[in-house]
């Protein structure tokens, strides 16, 4: 393990933060905030510090960085990075209790959207820039950036990126990773822009629609109200996010191909087609359970359809309380929750692939029992899945399991009702956001122990880096020659 190539790439990693938390200043100049302006100067010229202090280190010899040194940068840089994005919070005092701000920063950074703040409306409004930026940077993926904006790191960089990018099939859509990064990043700015001018133009302000259009691509979830969309009832805002929350739930990389004019790879995904099927099935089912809660079968429709893209694109915005819906509706969204998107996608969960994958596993082991002498390769449409894939899947949904039970009972052995526990558990790991009961749609998780909060923010953690690439670092394996 070259520990002086970890330390380094920490380092560009740590620059990028400080950048963007220098961003902050903008927002709290132009609303007079003037007493945000020291500690958003300190915390960035903190960031600054630790990350220009790795230069002295050396210069980074792109060689040293093999695929042990890339797990080690990616866990190691999600909690860095969620460690120096909770110190505004903390020198504000918005948030003086670290754990506090250490949730709320996992939180926005993993795109999770799980708050302990009651009510933003009572944050500076430079504080809800940076708690929305932090899900915008996180949801393409602060690695991403880094390999994006800062280096060319040859092989070390496809380890990096392959460490970075959910979902078990990845895909380099050029020779170069950094070129790779780059182009799904300006796929990513390009649908923030049009999102932010259409809620501009729906009745939202410059300033909510730009933060809401910052997390609603990165389906993080973070809002600039208590009431999240449902304080823009009646406007067009709503159906505009609904829009563009279902289009984060895909994989980017088939936009890269429609930039190239290449629609069919879209059209012929069958992860996409199981996707979008499952929010029809799924909206159809809510909307007829909720009809009499609403007001008419338009009104149950849109309700039922806001509610299901939300959460099984895991950003959690809400337009109604789902925790009223009755049992059939509100256990059909938490099986939702952890189900997920595509992979590829800013989405947590599961993934719909890996979905697809173990239903076709369990196919074959069907098959085989009829007839054992039978070769019988698993397909995706075309592509014929390695076998190590495939077993790597059934490893994360043991592993996934497994994480979620011992979690859940942990944080039900603190008392908490089961309601509470389970959801609370699926909404972090799956970074989902909110919850049932005390972590409903309309509550936060500021009441929770510091352990249980503790407790959460690393499951997000796990949940955004997928279990693997921080588990891996705990096996004696990963740290010998």
């Not at 302006?37 to 230069?55: E, F, K, W, Y």
């Not at 800062?150 to 050029?174: D, M, N, W, Y």
């Not at 789902?322 to 929750?337: A, E, G, K, N, T």
């Not at 005390?438 to 949940?463: C, E, F, W």
């Amino acid at each position: 393990m070259q520990g002086r190539a970890i330390l380094r790439s920490l380092g560009s990693l740590w620059v990028v933060i400080a950048i963007a938390q220098g961003t902050s200043l903008v927002p709290a100049l132009w609303f007079r905030e003037w007493t945000l302006v020291v500690p958003l100067l300190a915390s960035t010229a903190l960031s600054a510090a630790c990350g220009l202090g790795t230069r002295f280190l050396g210069p980074l010899d792109p060689r040293t960085l093999g695929r042990r040194e890339a797990f080690a940068v990616v866990a190691l840089g999600w909690v860095s990075v969620s460690l120096l994005g909770a110190v505004p919070y903390v020198l504000s005092g918005a948030l003086p209790s670290p754990v506090d701000a250490f949730f709320e920063s996992v939180s926005g950074f993993t795109t999770t959207g799980s708050s302990v703040v009651a009510e933003p409306e009572s944050l500076p409004r430079a504080l809800l820039y940076w708690r929305a930026l932090t899900q915008w940077l996180g949801g393409m993926g602060i690695i991403v950036l880094f390999l994006a904006v800062f280096t060319q790191l040859g092989i070390g960089a496809r380890f990096l990126f392959h460490s970075e990018v959910p979902g078990p099939l990845k895909e380099t859509l050029t020779p170069h990773v950094r070129d790779t990064s780059a182009a799904l990043w300006r796929i990513y700015g390009a649908m923030t822009l049009a999102q932010t001018v259409l809620l501009w133009v729906s009745g939202m302000d410059l300033f909510d629609a730009l933060l809401h259009a910052f997390t609603t691509l990165s389906t993080g979830g973070f809002s600039t109200r208590a009431a999240s969309l449902a304080h823009w009832n009646g406007t067009a805002a709503p159906l505009i996010t609904l829009v563009f929350m279902v289009l984060a739930g895909l994989n980017f990389s088939l936009y890269q191909h429609l930039t190239h004019g290449h629609a069919r790879p879209l059209i012929r995904d069958r992860e996409t087609r199981l996707y979008l099927a499952l929010l029809a099935i799924a909206t159809l089912l809510v909307a007829i359970d909720i009809r009499s809660l609403c007001s008419g079968v338009g009104e149950a429709l849109f309700q039922a359809a806001f509610q299901v893209a939300s959460l099984m694109t895991t950003t959690g915005f809400v337009t109604d309380d789902f925790d009223r819906y009755p049992d059939f509706s509100r256990i059909l969204l938490v099986v939702l929750m952890m189900v997920g998107a595509s992979a590829g996608s800013t989405a947590g969960g599961i993934k719909v692939v890996r979905l697809l994958l173990l239903a076709r596993l369990a196919h074959r082991s069907l098959y085989r029992l009829v007839r054992p002498q039978v070769v019988m390769p698993i397909r995706i449409g075309d592509r014929v899945v390695p076998e190590t894939a495939v077993m790597e899947v059934s490893g994360f949904f043991v592993i996934y399991l497994t994480v979620f039970a011992v979690a859940a009972l942990y944080v039900a052995g603190r008392g908490i009702d089961a309601a509470t526990a389970l959801s609370s558990v699926a909404a972090t790991l799956g970074n989902i956001g909110p919850g049932l009961a005390q972590v409903g749609a309309i509550r936060h998780y500021g009441d929770l122990p510091a352990d249980v909060k503790t407790l959460l923010s690393l499951l997000m953690l796990l949940g955004r880096l997928e279990l693997m690439t921080p588990l891996a670092l705990l096996l004696p394996v990963t740290w010998r020659r």
